[in-house]
């Protein structure tokens, strides 16, 4: 039934778009990838470094062993650091207006995902990127209306 809905969504989208095309596959994975993150409140990711502990603990169940696959080696460290590449959240979510409130870090001045030009104290807190406002622009407001 669902895939019965996508296809004739599908279809209506190419008539609707009949200057550019999509394959079905590829659309599907568009309405998967809004439908998995619209409505969705505020997203937290986990910081610092992934727990390094390989055991094998016992299950709260007759005490078995349960197995944790190993984590994969490091990469070795070059000395540079490379420069942070945040993904852009889709246009729909970034618009839909749930839980996008600033937040002031005080002591983290980071730079405008919007503009790219100048740093900034202020950090969405759905999509945890950095977006600068002052008297002459104002890219949190541009960043969540476009």
Known sequence: MVDMTLVNAWLL????????????????LAVSEHLRKAGKAVMTKK???PSSI??????SRGGTPSRI???PVPAKKTGKTPARHQDL???SVRTDGI????????NARQICQNCSKFRSFTLCEKFNVYL???DKRNCYKEFHEE
């Open 13 to 28: 989208w190419r008539r609707i778009n009949a200057d550019s095309y999509m394959p079905l596959y590829d659309f599907k």
């Open 47 to 49: 910081r610092g470094r």
């Open 54 to 59: 390989v055991g094998t603990p016992t299950s």
């Open 69 to 71: 696959p190993e984590s």
């Open 89 to 91: 959240p889709l246009a």
């Open 99 to 106: 839980s996008h409130f600033p937040i002031w870090k005080k």
């Open 132 to 134: 600068c406002y002052n």
